[in-house]
């Protein structure tokens, strides 16, 4: 393959105040293959996000200017590129309001970089998510076939493209973060079954390990007030079920 064939390098928008922490950063995420544009500040930050395309992008909480939650917020109003959230404690007024502002993970600084490249990777997988073609004998599910031919999940006026990864609701496109997407995705693929949290954080967030569970619960509630408040029932003390 020449140089000219050859896939151009995934890119992240690091938006960090610390210094030494962004160049470690840096030269930690170069050392994985992947080409990285950082900034100080959240208006640079944004200033950067608004002049070029990015693959992901890992934003500090703590910013001068335009902090991280803000930022995250302006981010989402005209993208659903993937967001991860440094959090210097794993404060969890910082973790739920990066989450609550649209981001879809988050880390702890100290960043461990394994922990790190871990995230992104999953973040990654998330956003050029192919689903699996449903066997067969599935019928537990509620289809019908769109003008294409293609199958449709539908729930009520949900209408769900798993091939196409396009969600609708009473006709119009509804616009969904890659793991907004994907836990809509896994709630559609068992309609009427309940999911823990556990279940959902290997499925959807990629966990192998049983995470925190607060990334679930505050990506359920961004994904109600999208699609409607009852759509996803919460069953206590279990999980979560998708309403047929």
């Known amino acids: ?12 928008l690091l938006v960090e105040d610390d210094e030494v922490i962004r160049m470690s950063v840096t030269l930690a995420l170069e050392r994985y293959g992947y080409r990285v544009l950082s900034a100080g500040d959240g208006l640079t930050g944004l200033e950067l996000f608004r002049e070029g395309r990015h693959d992901l992008l890992l934003l500090d909480v703590m910013l001068p200017g335009l902090d991280g939650i803000g930022l995250c917020r302006r981010i989402r109003e005209t993208s659903m590129d993937p967001v991860l959230m440094m959090s210097a404690r794993g404060d969890a007024l910082d973790v739920v309001s990066g989450l609550e502002a649209g981001a879809d993970d988050y880390v702890v600084k100290p960043v461990d970089t394994a922990v790190l490249v871990a995230r992104i ?56 973060a890659p793991t907004e997407l994907r836990l809509l995705l896994e709630f559609a693929a068992h309609p009427g079954t ?11 967030w990629d966990y192998g390990w049983d995470g925190d569970s607060r990334v679930v619960d505050l990506c359920v509630q961004r994904l109600r007030r999208k699609i409607g408040a ?7 003390g279990f999980g979560y079920k998708l309403r047929r």
């Open 121 to 176: 990777r999953s973040l990654l997988r998330r956003a050029v998510y192919t689903p699996a073609a449903p066997p067969a004998a599935d019928r537990g599910r509620p289809e019908r076939s769109g003008a294409d031919g293609r199958a449709l999940l539908v729930f009520g006026d949900l209408t769900v493209d798993t091939a196409g990864l396009v969600v609708s609701l009473a006709g119009r496109p509804v616009a969904l």
């Open 230 to 236: 009852d759509r996803v029932e919460t069953v206590r």
């Open 1 to 12: 393959m020449s140089e000219e064939d050859a896939p151009a390098p995934v890119t992240i």
């Open 194 to 204: 309940v999911l823990d949290r556990q279940t959902l954080l290997r499925n959807v």
